[in-house]
C-alpha cells in the first residue's frame, strides 16, 4: 500500500532527460543510506563533502549537529544542479545527452566545469516491434560508477578528487534506480530511441496537460525541494529486501531497472509510439510502488557501497 501522503504528493513535474528521480528523489535516496552509514563513514563521508564548492550553501543556516546529513542530502542533488550553473558548460552532442570528444570520460575533479550529462544514464536498448536496435554508447552510468566506487580506495587519489568522485556517486546510485535510466525504447515511431520514455507522451484525465513518461516517473512520489520533506518521506516506504540490497554489482542493478522497465512502465496504458497515453489509477498506484521500491534499494546499497569503501 502507498500511504496517503505519498499520494497527494505525486504532482506533475518536468524534467530534462539526464534528471531522474527529482530532488526530492534524490534527497530520499540520500536520506535512506545516511541512516545506514556507520559512525566511520559518516566521518569520512563528511570530511569529504566540505571540499564541495557549494558545500557552504547547502548547510547554511543548518544546526550544527545536522549539518553532516543536510550537506549528504543536498550533495546527490549537485550532479543536476550543475546543469542549470552558467559557471558549467554542456558538453557532449545532442543536446549534452551523448558523449563526444576524449574529455567526456576525463575524471579530473572539481576543476572540470562540463556537465557530463550522459554520465547519468545508460540507455539499454529493447523493442517491442522488432526495430533495429541500437546499443548504449560510452562513458555512461556503469562505467561511471564502476570509476568512482574505485576512486574511493584507491591510495593514489586526493581528498578532493574522492570529494567530486563520491558527490557523483551519490547521485549515480539513485539515478540506475530509476527504471527510465536503463533504458531506451525502440519503435516505428523511435527509430533511434525514445532517450528513456522522453519522446513518450503521457496525461491524466481528462488530460488538459501532458507530460513526458520519463517525467512522470521521475516525480512519481512527489516534488520537492525541502530536505526535512525528504527525510519524512523517506521513511514512509517499506525497507528493501535485504538479499536484493547485498548485491553490490551495478551491472545488476541496471539490468533490474531495464527489466522493471519492461515490466512496470511500458505496459498498458503505454503503447508503441508516442501517445499521448491516458495514465489510469492502477498504472500510477503500481509506478509509485516500484519507485519506492527501487529507491529504498537504492539508499540501502548506497551505504553498503559507502561502508564498505571506508571500513
Ligand atoms: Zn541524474
Known amino acids: 500500500m502507498i500511504p496517503p501522503l505519498l499520494i497527494i ?12 528521480w527529482n ?5 530520499m535516496v540520500s536520506a535512506i543510506a545516511y541512516e545506514q552509514l556507520t559512525p566511520e563513514t559518516r566521518q ?3 570530511t569529504l563533502l566540505k571540499l564541495n564548492p557549494k558545500h557552504a550553501t547547502w548547510v547554511a543556516n ?3 549537529d545536522e549539518k553532516p546529513r543536510i550537506a549528504f542530502l543536498r550533495a546527490s542533488r549537485w550532479a543536476d544542479d550543475i546543469k542549470l550553473d552558467p559557471a558549467y558548460e554542456q558538453d557532449g552532442s545532442q543536446n549534452g545527452n551523448r558523449p563526444s570528444g576524449r574529455e567526456s570520460a576525463r575524471n579530473v575533479g572539481y576543476e572540470d566545469r562540463l556537465q557530463h550529462k550522459y554520465w547519468h544514464f545508460i540507455d539499454l536498448p529493447f523493442s517491442p516491434d522488432r526495430t533495429a536496435l541500437v546499443g548504449p554508447s560510452s562513458p555512461n552510468a556503469q562505467t561511471q560508477i564502476a570509476l568512482f566506487r574505485h576512486t574511493l580506495t584507491s591510495t593514489a587519489s586526493s581528498d578532493s ?12 546510485v539513485a539515478d540506475v534506480h530509476q527504471p527510465l535510466h536503463a533504458v531506451s525504447r525502440f519503435d516505428k515511431a523511435h527509430m533511434n530511441g525514445d532517450d528513456g520514455g522522453n519522446g513518450v507522451m503521457v496525461c491524466s484525465p481528462p488530460c488538459t496537460a501532458k507530460e513526458r513518461l520519463h517525467a512522470f516517473w521521475d516525480t512519481v512520489l512527489g516534488v520537492s525541494m525541502d530536505t526535512t520533506t525528504a527525510i519524512e518521506t523517506a521513511k514512509q516506504l517499506p525497507a528493501a529486501d535485504p538479499q536484493l540490497a547485498a548485491i553490490s554489482d551495478e551491472r ?24 499521448p497515453f491516458e495514465l489510469t489509477d492502477s498504472y500510477k498506484a503500481a509506478a509509485q510502488h516500484v519507485a519506492g521500491q527501487r529507491m529504498a534499494l537504492a539508499g540501502t546499497r548506497l551505504a553498503n557501497m559507502l561502508n564498505d569503501a571506508f571500513r
Open 9 to 20: 504528493l505525486a504532482v506533475i513535474g518536468s524534467s530534462s532527460h539526464a534528471a531522474a
Open 23 to 27: 530532488d526530492l528523489g534524490h534527497m
Open 44 to 46: 569520512k563521508v563528511t
Open 62 to 64: 543548518v544546526p550544527e
Open 161 to 172: 578528487l574522492k570529494s567530486y568522485d563520491l558527490v557523483w556517486l551519490i547521485h549515480l
Open 252 to 275: 545488476v542493478w541496471i539490468q533490474e531497472s531495464f527489466e522493471a522497465a519492461q515490466m512496470h512502465v511500458y505496459v498498458s496504458p503505454i503503447g508503441i509510439g508516442v501517445g
